[in-house]
């Protein structure tokens, strides 16, 4: 029973243009959604995160949206650079404090 | 501090062996957490300690694998009689919480353990 689900096990989109990758779920009891990246050969690293009260938050080049009626995410990437070429994953946080993620999307930058 | 680290970071062991893993955490992170990772899957959560307690285990956690973290310190993970569904990527995180707030946990690099 997945929980959190990425549907879109790869994405590939050109320097400067907008990726968005997306991220569903089932529970509804959370507190927060955050958002890792992960390059070969290293551990996941923290991009961005937002509160379950709060449907926007925005850093830099990266913005999640949060649509609780339909239990969607979504991080937009605007311009996107051959850097953010990786493995992006959307986890769940709860009370319980451990994180639930989803299968994870490659997402390729293509010069 | 130069973040989570794990040793070894590959582990290559024959069926039956028993195998045990380091994670040292960021010093003053009060928590750590222990994940496993397969080959086109997201990490899937083990088990976390706050300090030197150990507080949730996930049914992933076989009788097989104990996990401690003395002094509330390092952690080590061990896997008795190990067997080939065992093959993963094992990830250790920490973090600073106290309260509430999404507490982003720092991950390791990761040690990948073969079993043949």
């Known amino acids: 029973d997945q929980q959190v689900k990425q549907n879109s096990p790869s994405l590939s989109v050109q320097e400067g243009r907008i990726s968005i990758l997306n991220c569903d779920y089932t529970?509804?009891?959370?507190?927060?959604f955050l958002w890792y990246k992960k390059y070969p050969a290293e551990g996941p690293t923290f991009l961005i995160s937002?509160?379950?009260?709060?449907d926007k938050n925005e850093d830099g080049r990266f913005t999640v949206f949060l649509n609780k009626s339909a239990k969607h995410l979504s991080l937009h990437i605007v311009p996107s650079q051959p850097g953010d070429s990786a493995v992006y994953f959307c986890?769940?946080?709860?009370?319980?404090?451990?994180?639930?993620f989803g299968q994870g999307t490659r997402l390729t930058i293509n010069p | 501090d130069t973040g989570v680290s794990q040793d070894p970071r590959h582990k290559i062991t024959k069926r039956g062996q028993n195998v045990t893993f380091r994670c040292d955490p960021i010093?003053?992170?009060?928590?750590l957490y222990w994940y496993r990772q397969t080959l086109g899957q997201g990490p899937e959560f083990l088990t976390y300690?706050?300090?030197?307690?150990?507080?949730?285990k996930s049914r992933l956690l076989s009788d097989r694998f104990s996990a401690e973290r003395p002094k509330g310190s390092f952690s080590t993970l061990e896997i008795q009689r190990t067997e080939q569904g065992d093959s993963a990527m094992y990830l250790c995180?920490?973090?600073?919480?106290f309260g509430t707030g999404p507490y982003e946990q720092y991950f390791g690099p990761g040690t990948r353990l073969t079993v043949t």
């Open positions: 995180a920490s973090s600073l919480e």
């Open positions: 529970n509804s009891m959370f507190d927060y």
């Open positions: 937002i509160s379950s009260i709060k």
């Open positions: 986890a769940q946080r709860s009370g319980a404090q451990k994180l639930v």
């Open positions: 010093s003053e992170h009060n928590r």
């Open positions: 300690f706050q300090n030197e307690a150990q507080l949730e």
